[in-house]
C-alpha cells in the first residue's frame, strides 16, 4: 500500500486514514474530558452522523447551519455533510442573535444543529463502506463561511473541499508535515482558518489532533501547559494571541521549554507587529511563521523554515498568480479559488480576486503595505464598520467608525462623534445584536469632525490625527 503522500486521490486518501490507519490515534478531545478517538472510532461516529442528516431530509446540495463550537463532533460533522454531497454553513456561537438569525435566513437550510444536537445522537457501529468515498463530488459548493466585507452584510463565501485540499497541501508541503507531528487545533471552528489551518491540513498529512477550546483570554492562562502535556509540536495562533501570551506568561519554564523543543508556530488571520514578532521570537526563542491568505482564495503566501523575511508574509506558493494593479492592489489568482458568495457568482477582473489589500512583491515574497477598504481586523475577526454604523447611527447624527492601530488587538474600533451619546447603552447593543467582537473600543467625543472638500467626514484625518 502507497504511503498518504504519494497518492494524488482525495478518495484514496481518505480511505488510507479511516481503514489503513483504523486503529491509529487520531484525535483527543480537550473540550470533552480528554475523550481519545482513532481513526476508526472517528470515522464510525461521521458514519452516524451522516445517517442522522440523511434520515432528517438532507441530501446532495442541500444546506445545513451549524452553530460551531469547538469539538471533535464538529469536525466529525463536517465530514459526515462532504459524505453526503450537502453544504454546511459555519456560524459563530459568540455572533448576537441579529447576526445569526440574519445568516440563517439567507442561507435558508433544511437543517439548523448546535453541539447539544450532536451529543444526543446515539452512536453504533456501522460497519464501514470503502465506497461512500468514491461518490463523493469534491468540487460542488461544500463549505460557507460567513466574513465581514466592505457591505453591512456578513459575505457568506462558498468552497468546495477540494480547494481546501488543494491548498492545505501546498501550504503543508512547504513545512514538510508528518504523521509524527501533534497539531493543536484551538482556532474557532466557524471560520474559515479553523476549517482549513487546523483541520483539513493536518487530517491530510496524518498528524495526530489536539482539539481545544478556541483561543480567548481565559484559554492563555492554561495554554503552555496543554502544549507540554500532550508534546503538541504544531499550532496557530493570531497577532491578538501572541500579545495576550506576552502579556500573561509569567513562567520561564515555559519559555524553557520552547527552547529545548522543536516547535513550529503559525500566524495568521490578521497582519503582525513586527515588534511583537521580535518579542515573541526572543522570549520563546523560536520562530512565528507569518502568512497570508483569505477565505476567498485560501492559503497565498507563508515564510518557511530557513527563509523568514522580516516584514513579509512569505514567498508565495508555487500555484499562486499575483497581479499588482496601477494602486498596487494585491489581484489574485489560484488553482483553488472560491465558487463564489452566497447566492452570487464571484467577482474577478481577468479571473483575479481583488483582495482590497495593497502590497508589493520583491524576490518572490509578498508585503503587504496597507488596505484598500475600511474593513476592521480586530483580532483577526473581520469587521464591518457599516454594520456598526447602523446602530449608532439611530442615536446621533454625525460621527465616524474607524479602526485605529493597536498592538494589542491589531486594531481597535473607534467611534468619533459630535452631540451627545449614550455610549454603554450603545456597546450593549451592539453585544446583544451582533456580538462581542464588534463592540466598540474606543469613543471619542468631538465639537465637531473634520471634513474634506466633498463635505464627507475626512476619516484619513481622523486615523492619521489618532493613531498612536
Known amino acids: 500500500m502507497k504511503g498518504i503522500m504519494e497518492m494524488s486521490n482525495i478518495s484514496d486518501k481518505f480511505k488510507y486514514l479511516f481503514f489503513e490507519h483504523a486503529d491509529n490515534e487520531f484525535i483527543i478531545d480537550t473540550t470533552n474530558n480528554n475523550k481519545i478517538y482513532t481513526y476508526g472510532e472517528f470515522f464510525n461516529i461521521v458514519l452516524n452522523f451522516s445517517e442522522f442528516l440523511l434520515n432528517k431530509g ?3 446540495g442541500i444546506s445545513i ?25 459555519l456560524i459563530d456561537p459568540m455572533k ?40 463523493i463530488n469534491y468540487s460542488v459548493p461544500y463549505l460557507i463561511t460567513f466574513t465581514s466585507g466592505s457591505t453591512a452584510e456578513a459575505k457568506g463565501v462558498v468552497n468546495s473541499f477540494e480547494n481546501l485540499y488543494l491548498s492545505a497541501m501546498e501550504f503543508g508541503n512547504e ?28 487530517l491530510f498529512f496524518e498528524c495526530k ?23 503538541v509540536d504544531c499550532f496557530w495562533i493570531n497577532p491578538t494571541y501572541v500579545a495576550t501570551l506576552l502579556k500573561l506568561d509569567r513562567d520561564v519554564k515555559n519559555s524553557q521549554y520552547t527552547k529545548n523543543h522543536n516547535i513550529t508556530i503559525f500566524c495568521g488571520t490578521a497582519a503582525l507587529d513586527s515588534s511583537l514578532k521580535q518579542k515573541f521570537e526572543e522570549k520563546y526563542g523560536t520562530k512565528l511563521y507569518e502568512s ?14 530557513g527563509r523568514d523575511i522580516k516584514n513579509s508574509v512569505g514567498k508565495i506558493l508555487k500555484s499562486v ?28 477582473k481577468e479571473n483575479y480576486f481583488r483582495t482590497g489589500d495593497i502590497g508589493k512583491i520583491k524576490d518572490g515574497n509578498l508585503y503587504i503595505t496597507g488596505r484598500l477598504s475600511d474593513i476592521i481586523i480586530k483580532g483577526g475577526v473581520n469587521i464591518s464598520p457599516k454594520r456598526i454604523s ?29 452631540g451627545e451619546l449614550n455610549t454603554k447603552n450603545i456597546n450593549s447593543n451592539i453585544i446583544k445584536n451582533l456580538g462581542k467582537d464588534y463592540s466598540i473600543d474606543e469613543f471619542y467625543q468631538l465639537k465637531e469632525l473634520p471634513k474634506n472638500i466633498n463635505g464627507k467626514i475626512d476619516k484619513m484625518k481622523l486615523k492619521l490625527e489618532y493613531t498612536k
Request: aromatic share 12%.
Open 58 to 60: 438532507v441530501s446532495k
Open 292 to 305: 497570508y491568505g483569505l477565505s476567498e482564495t485560501l492559503f497565498i503566501s507563508t515564510n518557511v523554515p
Open 175 to 202: 513545512f514538510n508535515l508528518c504523521s509524527k507531528n501533534t497539531f493543536y487545533h484551538n482556532f474557532p471552528m466557524a471560520y474559515m482558518a479553523g476549517v482549513l489551518n487546523t483541520f483539513i491540513k493536518p
Open 96 to 135: 448576537g442573535e441579529e447576526e445569526i438569525s440574519n445568516i440563517i435566513s439567507r442561507v435558508n437550510p433544511k437543517l439548523i444543529l448546535r453541539l447539544e444536537d450532536l451529543k444526543n445522537i446515539s452512536i453504533k457501529n456501522i460497519k464501514p463502506n470503502k465506497a461512500v468515498f468514491e461518490e
Open 390 to 418: 447602523e446602530f449608532v447611527g439611530r442615536y446621533v447624527d454625525e460621527f465616524a467608525i474607524l479602526g485605529l492601530r493597536d498592538k494589542f488587538l491589531g486594531e481597535k474600533i473607534a467611534c468619533f462623534y459630535a
Open 209 to 231: 489532533i489536539v482539539v481545544a477550546q478556541r483561543l480567548s483570554f481565559m484559554t492563555a492562562l492554561g495554554f503552555w501547559g496543554e502544549i507540554q502535556k500532550y508534546n
Open 321 to 348: 498568480d499575483i497581479n499588482l494593479s496601477n494602486e498596487n492592489e494585491i489581484q489574485i489568482k489560484t488553482p483553488w479559488m472560491f465558487l463564489g458568495y452566497i447566492g452570487k457568482e464571484p467577482v474577478l
Open 65 to 89: 447551519c451549524y452553530v460551531a463550537e469547538n469539538s471533535a463532533l464538529t469536525l466529525a460533522l463536517e465530514i459526515a455533510t462532504l459524505i453526503l454531497n450537502a453544504k454546511i454553513a
